[in-house]
């Protein structure tokens, strides 16, 4: 082999190294700045804490938001509510399971599967009717479901699943 064809080598070599190095960091999730609100836990493909993925508020803010109007059993009247899907915020801890324990403040938690995710537009709710939700408020983040246009899911077990003050979801 000649000179200059090793130094072609390493060349082509540096470059493709480089390529994996940045589509490594498309996936992989920056460290958070700001306080923690949200700790993804459990089967977490792109842990940015140990081996847990945790968001802060501006973290939260960049995934897909979606926005839902609906009446619940916890307001008079329809709210809207906006946030990020549940979907984005597993997709972007790298999730990886069939269940999810979303776990409350209290440490009331209840189990929602993954496909709920998947085949509703599940939020976790920052704001109401344009308004953070504050603790008080059951924020920071709720989960809510599309309750006006699914009334297949106005039954108790969605309710139960209905977790407000979320501060981890662990994936099994
Ligand atoms: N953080 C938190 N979320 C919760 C609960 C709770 O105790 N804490 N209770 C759940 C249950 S079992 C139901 S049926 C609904 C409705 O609760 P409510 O009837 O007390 O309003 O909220 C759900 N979300
Ligand atoms: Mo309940």
Redesign the pocket.
Known sequence: MTCRSVILKVRAFIVLAGFALLSAQAIALEAPEGPVLLVVSGKVGHPNVGNEAHFDKAMLETLEQHETITRT??YDGAVRFSGPLGRAILEAAGAEGVNTRVV???E?A?TIPVSDFENYDVILAMQANGKALRIRDQGPLFVIYPFDEHPELLN?EI??R????VMRIEVE
């Open positions: 059993p916890w409350a403040l209290n009331y209840a108790e309710f139960s209905s977790v407000w003050q």
